[in-house]
């Protein structure tokens, strides 16, 4: 059978959160960028 693996308890979680907290930022910003580009589009295109 398959072993089991441990993941340890060296959690660095506040890396974890700081990782967290970027990956949040960057999509949020990226969403902002998308509606831009779509407003954009539907304005000059239209």
Do not use: N
Request: hydrophobic content about 45%; aromatic content about 14%; overall charge negative.
């Amino acid at each position: 059978m398959a072993e089991s693996h441990s993941q340890g308890t060296g959690m660095d979680y506040p890396e974890h959160e700081r990782t967290y907290e970027h990956f949040v930022t960057f999509v949020k910003w990226s969403t902002i960028a998308v509606c831009a580009i779509v407003v954009g589009m539907a304005i000059f295109l239209v």
